[in-house]
């Protein structure tokens, strides 16, 4: 069965902190998915891959295609980044329909 | 910027009350998805379509129902409300999978539903 795991599945951190999210799958992957949601309850992509690393701002997203498993890294929190950060998967028989794990809650005090 | 509108974005009612919720995209996309997500859970997908006239049942069943008549409309439908509905509901497009290449989802705002 196609899954995607995610731990820890509660972080709190102090503001300032480094902070990992960490993800793993079955094999079989076309692309890994980072996705970020809000209290409202807004969902904004923030990184695909399918290999190697990527970085936006204060976010980095690294993958280990022999390990499957990905990380989701927040250089010098804040509490702005206080949200739930979604790892999600396209695997091959899949249609390009995304496997969702179960989030990440990361609450970053100031 | 990503342009995906649902409609309403709460929504009250009662039993057995019919009710649409709207979703829209200027993007162009062929493929969109409508996902089921309760309260501190994971996303599960209900349903999906390739592009006009093309609807398909995702991995969680629903007693929803969807139309594709236009390629940027994606509506959901409920016949008859339940309680058990109660829900969000977050609309999706996306690029046409073509089997080589992923991409990424766009996400409307939800609508959060209560059924009385």
């Known amino acids: 069965k196609n899954e995607v795991e995610q731990s820890p599945q509660n972080l709190t951190a102090q503001e300032g902190e480094f902070i990992t999210i960490n993800c793993s799958y079955s094999v079989g992957i076309s692309a890994l998915h980072w996705l970020q949601q809000h209290p409202g309850g807004g969902i904004v992509s923030l990184f695909m891959l399918s290999s190697g690393k990527k970085k936006h701002g204060r976010l980095i997203a690294t993958i280990n295609i022999q390990e499957k498993h990905s990380s989701l890294h927040i250089t010098a929190s804040h509490p702005r980044d206080s949200a739930v950060y979604i790892c999600a998967a396209n695997y091959g028989g899949s249609q390009g329909n995304l496997i969702f794990g179960k989030g990440t809650k990361l609450s970053v005090k100031p | 910027e990503a342009d995906i509108y649902q409609t309403p974005r709460y929504l009250v009612i009662g039993t057995g009350k019919k009710i649409t919720l709207e979703c829209s995209q200027t993007m162009g996309h062929d493929k969109m998805y409508w996902y089921q997500q309760d309260p501190g859970m994971e996303l599960h997908l209900i349903h999906y379509s390739y592009g006009v006239n093309s609807t398909e049942k995702g991995d969680l069943s629903s007693e929803s129902t969807v139309s594709r008549i236009r390629t940027e409309h994606f509506p959901l439908t409920l016949e008859s409300a339940r309680p058990s509905h109660t829900s969000q509901y977050l609309c999706?497009?996306?690029?046409?999978?073509?089997?080589?290449?992923?991409?990424?989802?766009?996400f409307g705002p939800g609508t959060r539903l209560t059924v009385t």
């Open positions: 999706a497009s996306s690029e046409q999978w073509t089997g080589a290449v992923s991409y990424e989802q766009y």
